[in-house]
């Protein structure tokens, strides 16, 4: 779909999962998702709402977070994770997006997902 990949983690910090974003990869979340609704498809809609532009689907960016949890603690454990969420800025065709997280309570980490400036996109905390 786009170009994912993984980035090995510094000593002090945990892996992280990349997905940079274009409107092939927009294109084809909305056929998997089956969500085509303008604001993600049709540039000359989205041009007149208050997004000003296409913006990507939130749950591609979230995905991101399963993605990164899954890989660095597996599919087991994940299972009966919990996540609460917030976005809090739109993601644009062009953004390169890092999914990252950092432990918090023990069982907890914060996770979030951040642009290529390094602002967040996605902001919250996982349970595992």
């Known amino acids: ?10 000593a002090d910090r945990t892996s992280t999962v990349a997905l940079e974003i274009s409107a092939e990869v927009i294109g084809k979340y909305a056929v998997i998702t089956n969500d085509f609704n303008p604001i993600h498809v049709d540039p000359a809609f989205a041009a007149t709402t208050p997004m000003k532009g296409v913006i990507a689907h939130g749950t591609m960016s979230l995905a991101l977070i ?6 660095e603690f597996g599919a087991a454990r994940c299972a009966s ?12 065709i062009g953004d390169r997006l890092t ?21 967040p996109v996605i902001k919250g905390s996982a349970k595992l």
Do not use: Y
């Open 1 to 10: 779909m786009g170009s994912l990949t993984d980035t090995p983690a510094p």
């Open 66 to 71: 399963w993605q990164m949890l899954r890989r």
């Open 81 to 92: 994770a919990t996540l609460d969420i917030r976005f809090t800025k739109p993601v644009r």
């Open 99 to 119: 999914a990252r997280h950092d432990p918090q309570d023990g069982v907890g980490f914060a996770v979030w997902v951040e642009n290529q400036d390094g602002d």
